[in-house]
């Protein structure tokens, strides 16, 4: 019989027990639009219905192969239709109910999280859009799994400005019912420009309209092992560093596509896609930020972290794209704080500032995420953080968010703590001078130039 | 099928022995053992046919990672199909 080198098997195993290697999530994404219907309750029973017939085996699955390979499984999560194209009929009360369902549902399943409780607003609102907007605070303050996302713009469509005074608006709302838990409702609330609609990830899943019935997204992690190659590597130069983490992504993401054909076979599910990024937790060797200081940083934050992000950034996909049949959801690196034990130490030590994350934003994917910022944040000042993160999304055809959660009572020098994977946030400085004119005009910015490709 | 078996932990008498009774009350048979003892340190990979397994896959694991603790080892159990996505294109 043909051998496996014992090198192969060592390294594959040490992966898994000593770098944190796993899959960070198997997502189902369900298509909720034959759960249509103008009653609410009847339209709350099909969902309910959908997805605890659908997802029943998801977990059961997800630890199936947790055993079969020996690789931990983190979480087993849901996607649904954006429930503002099937909930049309419904008032704020009604999408009230229905976030409740979806809730209700995840439970009943034992999956982590539920995402798409969303919205798409690029261009504009439709009644029903507008409705699940104004009832997202109690929707997400009022449930424990249930995860919202709006699309304020598109590179196509330009950027909403009126969605995104709104948002600046929901967010603190949201901060202030959920203050007895270092408003914690925010960190299940996440606003974009260019949203993939086959994302595995949290807050921001949902299961786009051009999506199959049922389709499995799996996400990757293994920021541990990047690390550990990167240190292995030693002192060489740049080219020899893109070459050895392309190499640690393409074995990373086969796990994740192994993962995925089978979840897709054994829940009789579609082939959806394989994300790339790279996502960290709280963990200590679990951090994207260690990655760029064993890059040659002294601490994240530092000038030159923009240009360790992009490498390193590039070079995970370029890996990992041979790696998986098909590509997609978020596909770059996270840079979350609350979530990164070296993000945080470097906020705290005064190396990482947002406007230097907010730079970094414009090379990986996602966006300023899990920052804590002061309660008193005025909501004109968030929508322009909104605003300008959204802005780079849209000028260089790519996605990014904001999930900030102004701490209510909480100032700079303070923290938050969520727990698990959602981890620590020490508040950060936020420039305090207004936008308020600016944002409180209101209307569209048009779509850039390089739109109009055809 | 097959699946590989790695076992790590302080050396003593009888590893090999343990290891392999068990593979044969639950007809595992084995292919390929390559087993090497550094500083009092052990480390065996087994390489085995899981075609003529008596218990579920799944259930073997749990076997065998139970014979670990019992024996002071960590022993993993793991499809091998993990090995040759990562290492094989």
Known sequence: MPIISTKDILETINMISEENLDIRTITMGISLFDCVSDDTKRLCDNI??????????????????????????INKRV??????????????????????????????????????????????????????????????????????????????AGINMDAIAKMGKAIKELAYITRESDSIGCAKLVVFANAPEDNPFMAGAFHGAGEAECAINVGISGPGVVASAIKRAGSCDLSELAEVIKRTSFKITRVGQLALAEAAQMLGASRGIVDLSLAPTPAVGDSVAFILEEMGLE???AHGTTACLYMLNDAVKKGGLMAAQNVGGLSGSFIPVSEDAGMIAAVERGALTLNKLEAMTAVCSVGLDMIAIPGDTDEN????????EIAIGVANTKTTAVRVIPAHGKKVGDSVNFGGLLGRAPVME???????????????????????KN | MRAVISVTGKDSAGIVAKVSTKCAEYGVNIGDISQSVLDGYFVMIMIVDIDGLTVEFSKFVDIMSELGHKSGLVINTM???????????
Request: net charge neutral; glycine share 10%; aromatic share 6%.
């Open chain 1, 79 to 156: 996607s649904v239709t954006p429930v503002s194209l099937i909930g049309g009929a419904s008032d704020s009360d009604g999408y009230v109910k229905i976030a409740q369902a979806l809730d209700r549902a995840a439970d009943a399943t034992g999956i982590n999280f539920i995402g798409g409780f969303s919205a798409l607003v690029q261009k504009g609102e439709s009644r029903g859009a507008a409705a699940l907007i104004d009832a997202i605070p109690e929707a997400i303050s009022g449930t424990k799994r249930l995860c919202s996302s709006v699309n304020v713009a598109s590179t196509k």
């Open chain 1, 430 to 452: 936020v420039n305090g001078f207004s936008p308020e004119k600016f944002i409180s005009r209101g209307g569209h910015i048009p779509a850039p130039i390089h739109s109009l």
């Open chain 1, 381 to 388: 000042v968030i929508s322009g953080i909104i605003a300008d």
């Open chain 1, 299 to 301: 601490s994240v934050g």
């Open chain 1, 48 to 73: 309910y219905d959908k997805i605890t017939s659908r997802a029943h085996d998801l977990v059961k699955v997800g630890e199936a192969i947790e055993k079969k390979y020996g690789i931990p499984v």
């Open chain 2, 79 to 89: 499809h091998e199909q993990i090995f040759d996505s990562m290492h094989k294109i």
